[in-house]
């Protein structure tokens, strides 16, 4: 009888390609808006191609670490008190480049660039750069340094025109490439349809239907506090039953409390510190007040227009692209911030005008700011870099 041979069967071992890994250095992890997105983007992130690490310098501003590692990202700390020390760690990093097989550094905002691309030309590796600021904030040293080691670069990433324009007026030069990819937010979780369980309003003893005006920020001198406050009594003494609430924390804290307590704001004030989860604040926030001197594109101001707060600014940076005044918002000169009390305490005479422009600040974020297209922009440019 025949025998009929088995049919030869082989396994055969397709490799996997292994994810290409990319090293974020920024100076700290605090709660500040380049800090934020760098979570939010990694939820979004295709990780089966990147693998994604993360340097930082503060460890007391640490906010973000434990969002970063949830979503698998590794985070390393390099203890630094200052920016020389933040230099003295370029050996540190190029080892790391070297233990982790690190393909790509992308940094985020000057002092972090500028060890980033000194790191990036010893170990031989591409660097891109996200800026988040005009350069005209930064001190004459920190624009020297960053303009000197700019050109080692393959690619710049502008949050808004306002700051891609900057960087040519300043550094002057056409390479690097400068892209602007604005910021984006995940308007999902953004949004005044979830419900909390914790309810501000309700623990601040504040009416519900009684207006609130916030924001949220580091206590920096850009943010212009001090303004903020004399607004702030400006419309109380009009509107008495408007409250008013500042989430956040930063150097200039016990200054610009001592400001309030001292112009006799404390029965209608309420400083809230810093805050890990701030969508119960926005929830209790129906006017974002800004007054900042100079911005880029504030994630927290888009945070808060995805929750359908209404945005009430000065045009400020990115601001002044992303409000239209009267539609999506109020918008007033960034020189004449007081041009708010005026316009507020008119706006807020009319509900049915509040409402209109809270859905037009809600509808601007997720049909032009969504964390999805940013986070397929920043591939594509990491695809380029790598090819």
Sequence with gaps: ????????????????????????????????????????TLSKHNKNKYRFHYIYFLPWKNQMVAQLEKEGGKVTCL???????????????????????????????????????????????????????TWEIYNKLTRFFNKLSFSRQEKVIAVSADVAKSIKTNYGKSKPNVQVILNGINTEKFSNHITFSKDIKSELNIAANSIVIGTICVFRLQKRLDIWLQIAKDIHAL????????????????????????????????????????????KAIDIFMMTSEFEGLPIAL???????????????????DLIEDNVNGIVVPAADPMQLIDRLTECMQSPVKIMSMKKAA??????????????????????????
């Design 362 to 387: 809600r509808k601007t974020v997720t049909e032009n700011f969504s964390l999805e297209k940013m986070v397929d922009e920043l591939e594509t440019i990491y695809d380029n870099v790598l090819n």
């Design 79 to 133: 203890s630094a008190k200052n920016n020389v020390e933040i230099l003295c760690r370029v050996f540190q990093i190029a080892a790391y480049l070297k233990e982790h097989n690190i393909k790509l550094i992308h940094c985020h905002l000057p002092w972090a660039g500028i060890v980033g691309r000194i790191a990036g030309k010893m170990a031989n590796i591409r660097v891109i750069y996200t800026e988040h600021c």
């Design 302 to 320: 888009l945070e808060a227009m995805s929750m359908g707060c209404l945005p009430a600014c000065t045009n400020a940076g990115g601001i002044a």
């Design 239 to 282: 509107l008495p039953s408007t409250f008013f609430i500042i989430v956040g924390d930063g150097q200039l804290k016990n200054e610009i409390q001592t400001k309030a307590s001292e112009i006799g704001m404390k029965n209608y004030i309420h400083f809230a510190g810093l805050q890990t989860e701030i969508r119960p604040y926005l």
């Design 1 to 40: 009888m025949e025998t009929l041979a088995k049919p030869y069967s082989a396994k055969i071992s397709v490799k996997m390609k292994e994810p290409v890994a990319v090293l974020h250095i920024i100076k700290s992890l605090g709660r500040g808006g380049a800090e934020i997105l760098l979570p939010e």
